[in-house]
């Protein structure tokens, strides 16, 4: 039998616990979960090592479902053990501390790396992957090689079970979301997202309805919403089954477009990811994705055309654009980087604090500055 290890008792905080807001209360975890949250002067008995967080925001530690790279290194370009530590590092200081490790369309070689090393992992927080690509539409390619799209083949679909229990996610457009396409990868454990498509809302209506469920940085590298034709974008908004992921960095999506989507989307099915690229974390303002240079100008990264190309900022960021800007409540932005993406990507014990979750939390002073994270 194992004997179970210390007892940590944080104290004094405001909780975000993922359900409510809870002021001067604690937590106490044991072995990397939560074992009880109540009020500061009830500490459990049995308590090691009592952390005073002196009002501090606790809150879960966030989901990021869709990070390209950081740190200097970018996953496609080099995936294996230590690509993924660098990368892991670089978003947990931001208080992230779960991602799905993302391959953009590549060969099938690179491909089946990426599969690969993500489910022999040792990088905890490397939760799974995500697949953007390759089977994407040409006229919405965005930073995606052209020349690397193409359908996902049986091996590359096959391979993916591997990766349990990991999460998985593949992007891929509405016009390659065939029937046996979409039964194969969900039969794979993938939850499908569309995203780079050109499609019309009754396509897209058409592709949600074999069992597609989410969309990839809405508003981003998709059919735009019109008056006569509200495209992919406005296909997703109608919907309240579909979540949809959205780039909150300031350069992506204005933050009045995101306010609508914030109004249209039922709680719960509005998430942020990052689209963080090797910029993100590390201080360079060069890099390469997709096998092409990318640089970061006056906020921006693009590639040699002027293509938006990912991002360089982290979650964190997400979280204060959408508070700052947006107006939207510290405790839905706290739930957007993390219960509503874990929920989305079946990670049950993430995105929360409650007795049995993960004890992967981060502490953020009142001016939502990263002071602290908890993870194991």
Known sequence: MTTPGPTTWWTHAQIHTGQAVLEDHGVATRDGIVQCVAPADQAPEGVDATIDLDGAILA????????????????TETPDENCLRTIADAHREAGTTAFLATCISASRATTLACIETVAS????DCAGLHLEGPALDLARSGAHDPDALRALDADEIAALAAVAPRAI???????????AMVDALIAAGAVISFGHSEATAAEAHAGFDLGVTGVTHLFNAMSGMS?????LAGAALARDDVHCGIIADGVHVDATTIGVAYRAKPKGKLHLVSDAIALAGSGLTKTRLGGRRVRKIDGRCVNEDGTLAGSHARLIDGVRFCVDEVGIPLEEALRMASGYPALHNRLPLHGRIERGSRADMVVLTRALDVARVITG
């Open 169 to 179: 996610r593949v992007t891929l457009s509405v016009e390659r979301a065939t029937r």
């Open 227 to 231: 008056a006569r034709e509200p495209g």
């Open 60 to 75: 879960p530690g966030f989901v990021d479902l869709q990070v390209n790279g950081g740190g200097g290194a970018t996953f």
């Open 121 to 124: 992992t040792k990088v905890v």
